[in-house]
């Protein structure tokens, strides 16, 4: 079964659209084996993803893990994987080179040239220059790794620069996600300027295909994909199901925006999980009634319990900021694939069919 690890709750940088609460929490090295046991109880393989606040802050926890893992994979003949989200300021080549030995994949927040609008260090020191050297550190030994992109509303005039700006960099596979939450507030005015980005950011995608250079963006990139391959965006969400998070106290939670609610508790490493609970939360992750009926029902990602808690307090419920980024979102999409296929069907089936 996969896990998501939350190895510590502390932060070395204070972004201003992050709702994590930062404070001096960090997981015991026995929560941790315990959680490395349940990975290896359930299915045919066995993952962890280290996350936090800043998972490097606790890099003694995830070499044990990785050493622990490698030992239960040889003794239980399951498949470990493992991957990494992080902030990459903490990131050096010891690090890098244990983690490109574990195939761990790694996944570096990294707001482009929108990186010091939002992201700076505690303290209000900029952190573009720091992340942009250790990005390249990890592009030298692992060039498959993420970026992951938040754009906040200060920050969207910078969205289509930024993607550029990170595949200059050396990064093949970007995802960049708008900003939600209580500390963000989009006006109209901003996601007019959103809509411009996204045309923007399409047009580059165009220009990438047509240079034959290997690129993936996402959303963009994965609005087409499900549209030819038939898959249904709101499923990709299923509470407590793929990736169940671990709080450092060793709770397990249904998703990341539910940790802390004893309504949505499903258990902890010492005493296991609660099926009959993971049941009941699962059934919940159904279209919200709002969205039933709608044409774009099947494209969008409104049942993502985690993102609709986190913007109107209900997991049934979608915000209008969603809705209305959602739409614009697959009309660009959209119009992409149809000129991208237009312009060369063979290599547009290879990439997105």
Known sequence: ???????????????????????????????????????????????????????????????????????????????????????????????????????????????GTAQDVCRIFVGGKPTSAVVEEKAKMLLKHMPDSLALATIAPQAVPYYAESVKYLHDLGFKKISVVIAYGRKVNWTDADLDI?????????????????????YFVSPMCVKITDCI?????????????????????????????????????????????????????????????????CDLVKRCTNSCGCSNRMNTGDENKVSPLQCTYERMLIEVADALGEELYQIDPERFAKMFA
């Open 1 to 111: 079964m996969n896990l998501t690890l939350h190895l510590t709750d502390n932060c070395n940088m204070d972004c201003s659209y992050c709702i994590r609460e930062k404070c001096p929490k960090d997981m015991s090295e026995e929560v941790l084996l315990k959680a490395c046991d349940l990975a290896f109880s359930k299915g045919q393989k066995a993952g962890l993803c280290f996350f936090g606040g800043e998972p490097l802050l606790k890099k003694d926890l995830i070499y044990k893990a990785l050493d622990y893992c490698d030992e239960l994979s040889k003794k239980t003949g399951k498949k470990f994987e493992c991957k990494m989200t992080t902030n990459g300021t903490l990131l050096d080549e010891q690090f890098i080179m244990r983690a490109k030995k574990a195939k761990m994949g790694i996944g570096l927040s990294f707001d």
């Open 229 to 293: 391959r038939g898959m249904n965006s709101a499923e990709r969400c299923h509470l407590g199901v793929r990736q169940m998070p671990v709080t450092p106290a060793g709770k397990l939670y249904p998703c990341t925006s539910f940790i802390g609610d004893d309504d949505y508790l499903l258990g902890d490493v010492f005493n296991g999980i609660n099926d009959a609970k993971v049941i009941e939360i699962s059934k919940r992750a159904a279209t919200p009634e709002t969205c039933v009926g």
């Open 194 to 214: 959103l809509r411009g980005q996204l045309e923007l950011t399409a047009a580059y995608v165009k220009e990438l295909f047509i240079k034959k250079e290997s």
